[in-house]
């Protein structure tokens, strides 16, 4: 399995409630959830995401990775 960072997210509870739903619509764990818009968000933004190993890799090979 792919090495993840992992770190320590706070939100309102308003919005874990609505990621909650999101993720329970599209039968997604909550953190698949965050993951999935998060790298949606980053391809709108046409933006490349550079490993630590200094490879490129697009949004989604980071889905792919996950």
Do not use: C, H, W
Not at 3 to 19: D, G, K, M, S, V
Not at 25 to 47: A, H, T
């Amino acid at each position: 399995m792919p090495e993840t960072a992992r770190f320590a997210l706070r939100l309102p509870p308003e919005l874990y409630e609505a990621l909650q739903a999101l993720a329970t619509r599209d039968r997604r764990s909550i953190n698949g959830e965050i993951v999935y818009i998060l790298d949606q968000y980053v391809e709108e933004q046409g933006q490349n995401t550079v490993r630590a190993s200094g490879d490129n890799v697009t949004p989604g090979k980071i889905r792919a990775a996950a």
